[in-house]
């Protein structure tokens, strides 16, 4: 499993990636930590959910200049401390540069679903910084 995008990602932030068919499908895992937490009582902040589940569907198309266009997401069930998710991906459709991916939150010890996420990505021929 070669990841080719994304390198420089904190993977204690964003997850780890546990598995990839290039193309088809992920498995990224997220061990929440103190640094996530929103208040006190242990709400992990939706924007680590949505990092990971992002860098999930851009660990799907595997390229080394995939950009998200765009994200239709909903957070069913609050993650908290102490807890982790699995991320799983599966593409939906590849047109020419444009993929679309359906990516799901599930809570790790009971595998119940807590976040779902369609997501458009673009695989640019240079960096989108260039």
Same mark, same amino acid.
């Given at each position: 499993?070669? @990841?080719?995008?994304?390198?420089? @990602?904190?993977?204690?932030?964003?997850?780890?990636?546990?598995?990839? %068919?290039?193309?088809?499908?992920?498995?990224?895992?997220?061990?929440?930590?103190?640094?996530? /937490?929103?208040?006190?009582?242990?709400?992990?902040? !939706?924007? +680590?959910? +949505?990092?990971?589940?992002?860098? $999930?569907?851009? /660990? #799907?198309?595997?390229?080394?200049? /995939?950009?998200? !266009?765009?994200?239709? &997401?909903?957070?069913?069930?609050?993650?908290?401390? !102490?807890?982790?998710? @699995?991320?799983?991906?599966? &593409?939906?459709?590849?047109?020419?540069?444009? #993929?679309?991916?359906? &990516? %799901? !939150?599930?809570?790790?010890?009971?595998?119940?679903? +807590?976040?779902?996420?369609? +997501?458009? $990505?673009?695989?640019?021929?240079?960096?989108?910084?260039?």
């Amino acid at each position: 499993m070669q @990841i080719k995008t994304h390198q420089k @990602i904190d993977n204690s932030l964003s997850g780890e990636v546990l598995s990839v %068919e290039e193309g088809k499908s992920a498995t990224v895992r997220l061990k929440t930590d103190n640094r996530m /937490v929103a208040d006190e009582k242990g709400l992990i902040h !939706g924007g +680590f959910i +949505f990092s990971a589940a992002d860098y $999930c569907a851009m /660990v #799907t198309v595997n390229h080394p200049n /995939v950009v998200l !266009g765009s994200a239709d &997401v909903r957070f069913l069930k609050p993650l908290k401390l !102490g807890q982790t998710a @699995i991320f799983k991906s599966e &593409v939906l459709s590849t047109e020419g540069r444009k #993929t679309l991916l359906k &990516v %799901e !939150g599930f809570f790790e010890d009971t595998q119940e679903k +807590f976040f779902e996420g369609n +997501f458009k $990505c673009y695989t640019l021929d240079k960096h989108v910084l260039e």
